[in-house]
């Protein structure tokens, strides 16, 4: 049972995060012959101003870029 938990900051719509976990549930029966019923997809959504990546608070690199990284 393939079990796919995605963290993200948060941000992304309902629509965007379905695409996501219909695009990984298909790599996932695709590239390893996983039931479909057996794949577990799921996303973990972060606060910006929980998190950093290169030293850098996420809330201060979206305010940069002006959207969700």
Same mark, same amino acid.
Request: proline letters at 6%; a neutral charge.
């Given at each position: 049972? =393939?079990? !796919?938990?995605v963290?993200? #900051?948060? *941000?992304?719509t309902?629509? /965007? &995060? &379905?695409?996501?976990? %219909?695009a990984? %549930? /298909?790599?996932?029966? @695709?590239? !390893?012959? #996983?039931?479909?019923?057996? !794949?577990?997809?799921?996303? %973990? @959504?972060? /606060?910006? %101003? @929980?998190?950093? #990546?290169g030293? @850098?608070?996420?809330?201060?690199? /979206?305010? &940069?870029? *002006?959207? =969700?990284?």
């Amino acid at each position: 049972m =393939p079990l !796919i938990n995605v963290h993200l #900051a948060a *941000g992304r719509t309902a629509e /965007q &995060k &379905k695409a996501l976990m %219909t695009a990984l %549930t /298909q790599a996932a029966q @695709e590239s !390893i012959g #996983a039931p479909l019923a057996s !794949i577990r997809v799921w996303t %973990t @959504e972060m /606060q910006p %101003t @929980e998190f950093m #990546a290169g030293g @850098e608070l996420m809330a201060d690199r /979206q305010a &940069k870029a *002006g959207s =969700p990284s």
